[in-house]
């Protein structure tokens, strides 16, 4: 993974931009993948993992009503929550995730967004992923990473 955070760094320095993240499902694992590239706090303004309804709204604005009706687990949810991050951090873009890593049924799933001031959404889409809880969070952070590498590569131009 590390390939895709120096990527990820490279593309953002050549393109003078910076990216933040907001995470739920993976619990951090998006901020880790990043920063595990030296010199990445050229690129990367921070994150935050909104764990509650409650912080997710206050603090990235996701609307209030969708979160209790989702219990925030919604594509909606993700991209409201990119955009959340976009502000909250002043970047450029920014990259969300929500989910559950585990079910009753077995059947873990994420939603994840990446958005671009001044709050497009980019992509955003619903993942199925599998194993257990660690391996469900590190699968979504891993497929939000390379999402956002591939989308910045086609920014990029050849």
Same mark, same amino acid.
């Given at each position: 993974?590390? #390939?895709?955070a120096?990527?990820?760094?490279?593309?953002?320095l050549?393109?003078?931009?910076t990216v933040?993240?907001?995470?739920?499902?993976?619990? #951090?694992?998006?901020q880790?993948?990043?920063?595990?590239e030296?010199g /990445?706090s050229k /690129?990367f303004?921070?994150?935050?993992?909104a =764990?509650?309804?409650? /912080?997710? /709204?206050?603090?990235?604005?996701v609307?209030? &009503?969708? &979160?209790?009706?989702?219990?925030?687990?919604?594509?909606?949810?993700?991209?409201?929550?990119?955009?959340?991050?976009?502000?909250? *951090?002043?970047?450029d873009y920014a990259i969300?995730?929500?989910? =559950?890593?585990e079910?009753?049924? #077995?059947?873990?799933?994420? *939603? *994840?967004?990446?958005?671009q001031e001044?709050?497009?959404?980019?992509?955003?889409?619903r993942i199925e992923?599998?194993?257990?809880?660690t391996?469900?969070?590190q699968?979504?952070?891993?497929r939000?990473?390379?999402? *956002?590498?591939?989308?910045?590569?086609? &920014? &990029?131009?050849p």
């Open positions: 993974m590390n #390939g895709t120096k990527e990820i760094k490279a593309l953002l050549e393109a003078g931009k933040s993240v907001a995470e739920s499902i993976t619990a #951090g694992r998006v880790a993948l990043l920063t595990s030296s /990445v /690129v303004k921070g994150g935050i993992s =764990y509650q309804a409650p /912080v997710k /709204v206050e603090l990235l604005g609307d209030a &009503a969708l &979160a209790e009706r989702t219990d925030c687990v919604d594509e909606e949810i993700a991209r409201q929550m990119a955009t959340g991050a976009l502000k909250l *951090f002043k970047s969300a995730t929500c989910g =559950y890593a079910r009753p049924d #077995g059947n873990p799933y994420a *939603f *994840f967004a990446i958005a001044p709050g497009t959404i980019l992509h955003s889409e992923l599998s194993g257990n809880r391996d469900a969070q699968e979504a952070a891993q939000a990473l390379k999402t *956002f590498s591939n989308l910045l590569r086609i &920014a &990029a131009g």
